[in-house]
C-alpha cells in the first residue's frame, strides 16, 4: 500500500502562485509514474503534469508554462509549482502513483481556488 498526502491548496488572486506538494509512504517502490490530476465541479479528473521515473516530463496543454511538476526522491515527495494561476485552474488537484504493476494510488486531493 501507499499513502498520499497533498498539501498546499487554497485561496489565490488570478497572476499569483501556489505549490502543492505530495509526500508519499508506504510500499514505495517499482513506481513508473507520479502525476497530478485534477477535476473542477462537474468536469472529468483530467490529468495536469506528470514524471516518469526515468524523467520524462509532460503537462496538459492548458498548463504548459506556468505549472512545473518535480519530485525530490530522498524526502518521496512532488511538487507542483503553480504560476500566473487562472480561474480556469480552479479545482481539487489530486496526487497520483502508478506502479509498474498499473496499481495506482490517490491522495484525499487538496483545493485550489483562483478567485479575486
Known amino acids: 500500500q501507499v499513502q498520499l498526502v497533498e498539501s498546499g491548496g487554497g485561496l489565490v488572486q488570478p497572476g499569483g502562485s501556489l505549490r502543492l506538494s505530495c509526500a508519499a509512504s508506504?510500499?514505495?517502490?517499482?513506481?513508473?509514474?507520479r502525476r497530478w490530476y485534477r477535476q473542477a465541479p462537474g468536469k472529468q479528473r483530467e490529468l495536469v503534469a506528470s514524471?516518469?521515473?526515468?524523467?520524462?516530463?509532460t503537462y496538459a496543454d492548458s498548463v504548459k508554462g506556468r505549472f512545473t511538476i518535480s519530485r525530490d526522491n530522498a524526502k518521496n515527495t512532488v511538487d507542483l509549482q503553480m504560476n500566473s494561476l487562472k480561474a480556469e485552474d480552479t479545482a481539487v488537484y489530486y496526487c497520483?502513483?502508478?506502479?509498474?504493476?498499473?496499481?495506482?494510488?490517490w491522495g484525499q486531493g487538496t483545493q485550489v481556488t483562483v478567485s479575486s
Open positions: 497520483n502513483i502508478l506502479k509498474y504493476s498499473s496499481t495506482e494510488y
Open positions: 508506504g510500499s514505495i517502490r517499482s513506481i513508473y509514474a
Open positions: 514524471i516518469l521515473t526515468n524523467g520524462i516530463i
